[in-house]
Each structure stands twice: as C-alpha cells, then as structure tokens.
C-alpha cells in the first residue's frame, strides 16, 4: 500500500515539470543512442577491415618453418660447458615446405571449427614482359577451396577466375601487377623461378583486392601448374590455410591442432598484430566517448533530481512528519530517476537505431564499400540500456539519500 | 491513572551548540491528559516551539524522557520513531504543506496509506467523511493549491486526523488565518478534544485562542511559569 503510494507521489513529481522531466529523458536518450550508434559503427569499421584482411590472410597458417637459429648447432649439441668452434658454417640441404600435405589435411579437418581447408603452393618468381621485370609471388592454389575460403572470386575485375580451372597456363594476375608489366587480358606473360626455370601464361583474369601485396605482386594459377614449375611431385605444398568458424578463436584452435602436425602452427593474430590491436583500439575509443557521454547525462539527471529535492524539500519534510520513514523517500525520489532512465533507454534504442540506419545510407566509395558499414548487435543495444539503468540509478541515488536525511524540524521551523 | 494520561515529559533539558552552547529548555515534566486542550505560549525564543518538536519525536537530540500513550519513545530510532508518528500522532502547522499537485481527498488520505492498515476505499470514505465534518466537501476534488489559505489549513487538520491519533500537535494552527477562520479551527479542536476523546496541545502566540483552551502551560526562559 505505502508503494503504491510512494509511486503516486513520484508521478505527481515527474509530471508537475514536464520540461524538466523532458531535458532529462533527452540526455538519456542521447547518451544511450550514441552508444549504440558508435558501437554498430566501429563494429561495422572493424568487420569490413577484417574481412579485406581476411581476404588473403587466413585463420590459421600451416607452414614449414626453418631452424630458429642454425649458426652453430654444435653448439646445442655439446651443451654450454665446451667450447664449439665452427667457421664459416653453412646450411645443407633442408626440407622446404610440406610433402605429405593429404596426411595431414586429413589428420585435421574432422575439427569441429574449421570450416574450410586449402593447400597452397606459393613461390618467389619474377614476371617479366620484354623488358619490364617485377619480382612477385606465383600463388600455386585449389581454385575452388581458396574463393571459399578467401572470397577471391569475388574481387576478379576482368576475365574469370573458374577458367583457372580449364586452363593448366592460365594466370590471375594483380591489376597493379598487370599495369606495370603493360599486360591486359589474354597477353602472355614469362614467369622465372630462383632456380632459373622459366614458363609462359596467359593472363586470363585481373584481380583487384586494393590489398597492395596482392594487387602490385601476386599471380594465381592452378596448383598443379606451380608443382610442375618447381619440380615438385603430388601433394607437396608450401601452405596449408585453414578457415574457421569464429576467427576470434584462432589461436585457441591453433593450440589444438598443433600436437596432430608436425609443421608450425600458427593463428592469424599471432602473425598480425596490429591487425587486432587496430580492432581493440577502435572498440576502446567507441566505449570510451559513449560511456562519456552517458556520464554526462548521469551528471545532468543528478543535477535535475538535485533540484526537484531542494523544491520539494518542504514537501519531504511533511512526509517524514506525518510517518514516512527513510526508505520511503529514497524510493519516491529513485523510482523518478529509474522512470526517466528507463524511458530514455526505450526511446534511446529506437533513436540509436534510426541514427545507425540512416548513416550506413551515407555513400562512402573506398575499397569493398559503397557506404558507410554498420552492425547492428544486439548486444550492443542491451547492453546500452544496462548502462543507461545504472548510470540513472547512480545518479538519482544520491539526491535520494540526501532527501531522505533531511531534518524535518529544520525545514518546518524555518 | 494511568490510563487517563496522554502524554508526559519528564526533566527535558535540550541544549543548542550553535553559534554557541545555550541550554534551551531546563528540566521541564509535566503530564497531559486524555482528551486535554493544552496551548502553550511563551515570548519569542522562549523554547515552547522546540519543546513542541520534542514531544513530536521528530527532534531526538535531548535528555530526559517522553512517554506517549505509556510507551517511551526516548532512544528509539528514526523509522521507530517515523512509524509510531503515523500511527499516534497528528500535525497541524502553521504553513498547510499540503502536496500541491494531489486533491484535498487525496493529501487527507496520504498518512493512513502510509499507515496501511484499511482498505483503499475504507480510507477514502474516511477522508471524505473528515473533509465533510470540516465542511469542505465540496472541495475534495480539487487540486490543493486551487483552495485559499483557511481551506487549505482545514484540509492539513483533516490529514492530521486521519489515523485517529491519540495527539494532535499543533505550531501556532491559527497563525496563518484570519479571526473567522482562527474560530473555526478553534471549534473542530475543542470538539475533537472533548467529543471523540484526543489530546491537543498547540504552541500559539494568540492570547485569546490560548484563554478559551483548557490548560495553558507558559514557558520562559526554557523554564515551566506555572
């Protein structure tokens, strides 16, 4: 009963100065908006750099790695009480790349997260028409798995690329590449390997991925057509790629599949950094202004309720004469502020919404984008509204305590 | 005996500290019966005021006893203390303070809410039934700052009564209103005090409204004159 009417009072309260009561819900309601549009924006920022990273770059890497250190092996093998004296030391043949690729695809691919799996054989060649030479990357790959997994298909800007798939002399070439060289489609280009083999193709397709180091120094062609360039037999690769299904656990995924393949191992934010400090640091900026701008409405909705006290302050005191305990009028005063806060939120999650809408209209043709990215997670907009209660509760809590601990005999007396 | 005592002080004493410390009230005792209509008067700073607000148990800062309806009621705590007011204690002031945007109906109604012991509708016919024995039935819907200033007063004494409380304290009741007035609010106390039974003690600077009460109990000098 002493609820209900507290809450009457409170309602009484919130509708006897409609302006303020307004002035307040709009700072939430600002406040929770910009949250969430900051938040869909960055996410939508980070997603689309993810993905043109990704758009070469894989979850995870199979590769084979050399020695860390072959200087003086000798060294390792006596141990560090003697004294090892090696001139001039040079390595002998090694093992390149990986030979039993099958084995080991097959070894892993039952994991539950991956997604998808291509081989790769990649080498360091040089491109050459007449007399232009440009050193790059032949891309030896499974023309299927490696769209699946990397969506190149879709960044051909002439020509095909499936005709990789007829045509054991066909190469995709980088538009950069291409430009410098002076080749266009169906033009013949040399590729020259470090062993001095030499091989003609034919350029059936221009990729454009505005990735420089695929677009000014890589080829692709058939993985079969890069094993016979290097001489090597069936099943020999360079790199394994692996997709998996939430990118963010690459290295979690690593770790498992690391004991099961003799190779290296290794995640995508392990071999690129800055790639995920660029996510973490654009995601610490959004939080950082929104939650700024949240505290900025929790100062004006204390403010606010600061002066409601002190003009109902006569009020307060009547009712703590006529028996209304401290509980009663923390509650009048907090149930005002959460009222506020709670509308606010409501009406902040639809405004934030309209706000992320109509920005991703905004055009903004650079790379993949044709306008501004935006994500829409709900997470976002829960956790905006989890926010935006607690920094009214906060905020409307303490001019609460302090109506409540007002002396009635003071204010009554004069 | 003791059944018929309403109310009893015994050696308040009460000290100010601001600006300085100053001893207010000096071992003051006295009873007040059942049904009694005590005026207390004094000259300005005299000390009947906060005596009042002693015995009010909204000003706990004192020493010695106070005993209202045979329970004692030094040294218990604020909500203790916020509790037994709504339940056995009535204020009349000299400002309404009436919540301004509720109706008379509703700002009657507001203590035995608190109180919670009827129904929602019990309290509104006893409200009503309160502001028709006033003579303000016809404004019982109105919004309380629409009233003039002796309605206004009339509707704080119908909140006081609400809870039936076995006091009714009142800070100069009549201080705000003209003489018409002051003899109306002197009526509905002395019949109160003597129909259905309750204790009024008021603090009045208004010698006539003092004469025609039953008791007038003069402070000076924080002291007890008679």
Same mark, same amino acid.
């Given at each position: 009963m002493s609820r209900v009417t507290n809450l009457k009072i409170s309602r009484a309260h919130l509708t006897s100065r409609v302006k303020q009561t307004m002035v307040a819900i709009l700072s939430v309601t600002f406040g929770i908006s910009m949250y969430i549009f900051m938040n869909g924006f960055m996410t939508g920022v980070n997603d689309t750099q993810t993905e043109l990273a990704f758009s070469t770059l894989a979850h995870i890497h199979i590769y084979n790695d050399l020695p860390e250190d072959n200087t003086n092996l000798l060294q390792k093998k006596y141990g560090d009480d003697k004294l090892v004296n090696l001139r001039n030391a040079k390595v002998i043949q090694y093992t390149e790349g990986i030979k039993n690729s099958a084995k080991i695809i097959a070894a892993i &691919?039952?994991?539950?997260? %991956?997604?998808g799996i291509t081989p790769q054989v990649n080498v360091n060649v040089f491109f050459r028409n007449g007399a232009t030479k440009l050193n790059g990357v032949l891309s030896g790959i499974d023309v299927n798995q490696e769209s699946v997994l990397f =969506?190149? &298909?879709?960044? %051909?800007?002439? =020509?095909?690329?499936?005709s990789l798939e007829d045509r054991g002399d066909g190469v995709v070439l980088g538009a950069g590449l291409a430009a410098k060289l002076s080749l266009t489609l169906d033009d013949n280009v040399t590729v020259i390997t470090a062993d001095g083999v030499s091989r003609n193709f034919k350029v059936i397709g221009i990729i454009k991925t505005t990735i420089g180091g695929v677009d000014n120094a890589k080829g692709y062609v058939r993985i079969s057509s890069a094993r016979q360039l290097i001489s090597k037999n069936q099943g020999y690769v360079t790199d394994i790629q692996i997709n998996i299904? *939430?990118? *963010? &656990?690459a290295t979690k995924v690593a770790t498992q599949l690391a004991p099961k393949v003799a190779y290296k191992v290794e995640s995508w934010n392990e071999s690129n950094g800055q790639l995920q400090a660029g996510n973490d640091l654009r995601n610490i900026i959004a939080v950082a202004v929104s939650l700024t701008i949240l505290l900025v409405a929790g100062f004006g909705i204390f403010n606010i309720m600061n002066m409601t006290v002190n003009e109902k302050i006569k009020e307060i005191a009547i009712l703590k004469a006529m028996g209304f305990d401290g509980t009663d009028i923390i509650q009048i005063f907090l149930v005002q502020s959460v009222i506020i806060g709670v509308i606010g939120g409501i009406v902040g999650i639809i405004f934030g919404y309209l706000v992320s809408v109509l920005v991703s209209f905004i055009p903004f043709r650079v790379a993949t984008l044709d306008t501004l990215p935006m994500v829409y997670d709900p997470q976002d907009y829960i956790l905006a509204f989890i926010f935006g209660l607690i920094t009214t509760f906060v905020a409307g809590y303490l001019p609460a305590k302090k109506a409540s601990q007002v002396d009635p005999v003071e204010i009554i007396r004069g | 005996m003791n059944e018929e005592i309403a109310l009893s002080a015994r050696a308040i004493s009460k000290y100010f500290h601001e600006p300085e410390t100053f001893q207010v009230l000096k071992d003051i005792s006295f009873d007040v019966k059942k049904g009694e209509f005590l005026s207390m008067i004094g000259k300005s700073g005299s000390g009947k005021s906060t005596l009042l607000y002693l015995l009010s148990t909204m000003d706990t800062d004192y020493t010695g006893e106070i005993t209202i309806n045979g329970e004692?009621?030094? $040294?218990? @705590?604020q909500n203790q203390l916020a509790a037994f007011r709504n339940a056995h204690i009535g204020f009349v002031f000299q !400002?309404?303070?009436?919540?301004?945007? !509720? @109706?008379a109906l509703d700002n009657v109604m507001l203590p035995a809410l608190k109180l919670g012991k009827k129904s929602q509708e019990e309290i509104r016919e006893d409200a009503y039934s309160n502001l028709k024995m006033l003579g303000l039935e016809a404004q019982a819907m109105k919004q309380s700052n629409k009233l003039s200033g002796g309605q206004q007063q009339r509707v704080a004494i119908a909140r006081a009564l609400i809870n039936q409380p076995a006091v009714i304290m009142g800070d100069?009741? @009549? $201080?705000?209103?003209d003489s018409k007035n002051t003899d109306i609010v002197f009526e509905i106390f002395r019949q109160l005090a003597a129909e259905r039974g309750q204790t009024i003690i008021a603090v009045t600077h208004d010698d006539e409204f003092a004469q025609k009460s039953d008791r007038i109990l003069e402070l000076g000098d924080g002291r007890l004159l008679n």
């Open positions: &691919e039952d994991h539950p997260a %991956i997604t =969506g190149t &298909e879709k960044y %051909i800007t002439q =020509g095909s690329w499936r299904k *939430n990118f *963010n &656990e | 004692c009621l030094t $040294g218990r @705590t !400002f309404h303070y009436l919540l301004p945007e !509720f @109706t100069e009741p @009549t $201080g705000n209103l």
